[in-house]
């Protein structure tokens, strides 16, 4: 089965979202940077899809899929 773009997208943003970001704010002022990073990604992602930007949203799927645990 393939995956769209705008399948895809929104599936790694809740990951990102709802697993990754949660650790690094537990972390403290150490783990803010990451956090505040992962926040710019998120809110990039959502105006790429508001605005139908094929190409921006392809270019921050690759960012959200980079953050990991």
């Not at 403290?28 to 899809?49: E, H, I, V, Y």
């Amino acid at each position: 089965m393939t995956d769209t773009l705008g399948d895809a997208l929104p599936r790694e943003m809740a990951r990102v979202r709802d697993e990754v970001l949660p650790v690094y704010r537990d972390i403290g002022p150490s783990g803010m940077f990451a956090a505040t990073m992962m926040c710019r990604d998120l809110d990039l992602a959502a105006k790429a899809l508001a605005e139908g930007d094929v190409v921006a949203m392809l270019a921050i799927y690759e960012s959200l899929k980079s953050w990991q645990l």
